[in-house]
């Protein structure tokens, strides 16, 4: 039972580097999400999709692009890395109605430096 | 609008004694009102959740919290701390309008647990 699939689990980069987190679901889910965590400020939003073909910025957006390969698939992208982007990213899904909850996978560890 | 504070960054509770963890929201419509629970180097996993009916929640792990709409408040509770139960705790709102997305999260509390 997967559930959500992140891919990689730690990953480090030299400032400027790009690199694509991948994200996979296998629950028929419609909405997906992009989390980053950081100490003392909990999960703030960086992109989400609410179905297949539609993406929209959450929170801290800046830096990131995503793209919704197909109902399962969710990925994030840093075109330049930065070391403010030295985080845990979380990718999470939904189903279709607003009661349920989300889903997490658990996490890639990115280091920036 | 929402938001979610969670008063206290960190709990320190011995272990048998009663977990208390406190959720205030704001919510500019009916909320649905979640807690998840996070260990050490995993992903978030959900608690309980509140949408519609009974305010006394019951989730996993002998976890429960009482939706308060009066006092914008969604504690989370256990009588007798486990050891096991040590990791993050998070509060979240989405507020119950058909298509929401958004889920907020509050800033979270980490347990600890004294033998």
């Known amino acids: 039972n997967a559930g959500v699939t992140q891919t990689p689990k730690f990953q480090v980069l030299k400032t400027g580097q790009s690199m694509t987190l991948q994200c996979a679901q296998d629950m028929n889910h419609n909405s997906m999400y992009w989390y980053r965590q950081d100490p003392g400020m909990g999960l703030r939003l960086i992109y989400y999709s609410a179905s297949e073909g539609t993406t929209d910025k959450g929170e801290v957006p800046n830096g990131y692009n995503v793209s919704r390969l197909n109902k399962r698939e969710f990925s994030l992208r840093l075109e330049s890395a930065a070391p403010s982007q030295t985080s845990v990213y979380f990718c999470?899904?939904?189903?279709?109605?607003?009661?349920?909850?989300?889903?997490f996978g658990d996490g890639t560890r990115l280091s920036i430096l | 609008a929402q938001s979610v504070t969670q008063l206290g960054s960190h709990v320190s509770v011995s272990e048998g004694a009663l977990v208390l963890l406190r959720c205030n929201y704001s919510?500019?419509?009916?909320?649905?009102l979640f807690w998840y629970v996070q260990y050490p180097n995993q992903g978030l996993q959900l608690l309980l959740k509140y949408t519609t009916g009974a305010t006394l929640v019951k989730g996993i792990n002998g976890f429960e919290a009482e939706f308060k709409k009066s006092e914008t408040s969604f504690h989370l509770t256990k009588p007798s701390a486990h050891m096991s139960d040590a990791a993050e705790y998070f509060c979240?709102?989405?507020?119950?309008?058909?298509?929401?997305?958004?889920?907020?999260f509050g800033q979270g509390t980490r347990l600890t647990i004294n033998p």
């Open positions: 999470a899904s939904r189903g279709t109605y607003s009661n349920q909850p989300q889903h």
């Open positions: 919510s500019s419509v009916p909320p649905y």
């Open positions: 979240a709102v989405r507020g119950s309008i058909q298509g929401a997305q958004k889920l907020v």
